[in-house]
């Protein structure tokens, strides 16, 4: 995984007034925590942050005041309406350092034949890997699954270096059975016996 970078600045203004000027200039206000050490509060540059967080769990290599951190987003709040990123928390990290993250799982192939629907009750499956070697998603093959099957956590194949953080029978993909529709039989039952 390819590290982003991204000047940030201190800030010292809080409260939703400062938020708001911070916003109107299209930056984002942001905290970098962890490893014991204070949380600080910064300004990112909006456009340069949303393009980054455009591949999930990526690695930011933040130059905070001429002093460089390695961190990864941790919670980023979005405009519910307009989706544009209204704060963000960073999680300092470093090389080496095993993280918790979720990634995304894909799904390739085609089912069995037949009405089967594929139900994915977990869309990110949680693990532990290396900060520097975040892997972007997880393919899992369903081809010729058919209704009743599911994948589990330890059927996917991981990369090296990425352990799973869930019990290894967790379901992450089920196949289900199309349900009939069967309201417009029953109506034509209703209207025989009245």
């Known amino acids: 995984m390819s590290e982003v970078k991204i000047s940030a600045e201190t800030r010292s203004e809080f409260g939703k007034g400062a938020a708001r000027r911070i916003r109107r200039e299209s930056k984002v206000p942001g905290v970098v ?49 307009k989706g544009f990123l209204v704060h963000i928390d960073l999680l300092t990290v470093k090389r080496g350092e095993k993280v918790q993250v979720e990634i995304p799982v894909v799904a390739e192939g085609d089912l069995a034949p037949g009405a089967n629907l594929l139900e994915h009750v977990l869309s990110a499956l ?13 393919t899992v093959s ?51 016996e009245a």
């Open 33 to 81: 925590y962890g490893h014991g050490a204070e949380p600080a509060h910064v300004v990112l540059p909006g456009h340069e942050l949303m393009m980054a967080l455009k591949t999930s769990n990526v690695l930011i290599s933040l130059d905070i005041d001429g002093k460089s951190e390695l961190v990864i987003p941790k919670a980023v709040q979005r405009d519910a309406l």
């Open 126 to 138: 949680p693990v532990e890997a290396e900060a520097t070697n975040i892997p972007e998603s997880l």
């Open 142 to 192: 369903i081809a010729g699954l058919d209704a009743g099957d599911s994948v589990l956590a330890k059927d996917i194949k991981l990369p090296k270096g990425v352990s799973l953080d869930v019990e290894d029978d967790t379901v992450v993909l089920q196949v289900l059975a199309a349900q009939a529709e069967e309201a417009p039989a029953e109506a034509a039952e209703e209207g025989a």
